[in-house]
């Protein structure tokens, strides 16, 4: 009986690192993809990391990130929640919230409550 504990507990945590690497390649993915449309990047918050969730078509992915950027005046333009969809471990559609209608897509698609 504690074999069967010790491998349910082995492969609990070999997923783990297996989703932590995955969230890792995503997140940097996502950061360059920011820092080659921003206006601003070295400037930008970034918060709010979301976990990949499944899209509803299979083999892609959502992950969701809330970013304050500079717009072309220097202001700060507010935190917006942009979804980044991944297939085959790639950015295939990135989902840019540029209002409150494209913040609450966003939300819906990473599955965020309001």
Not at 90 to 102: F, G, M, P
Request: net charge neutral; glycine share 6%.
């Amino acid at each position: 009986m504690r074999i069967l504990y010790l491998l349910i507990a082995f492969l609990y945590s070999a997923s783990c690192v297996a989703d932590e690497a995955k969230f890792e390649t995503y997140k940097s993915a996502i950061t360059k993809t920011l820092a080659a449309e921003l206006k601003d990047f070295e400037s930008a918050r970034i918060k709010g990391w979301t976990l990949p969730v499944p899209d509803e078509k299979p083999g892609g992915e959502w992950m969701c990130v809330s970013v304050n950027s500079r717009n072309s005046y220097g202001a700060y333009t507010g935190f917006r929640l942009h979804a980044f969809l991944f297939r085959k471990g790639k950015i295939a559609d990135v989902q840019w919230s540029i209002s409150d209608y494209w913040d609450q897509l966003s939300r819906e698609l990473c599955k965020l409550e309001n």
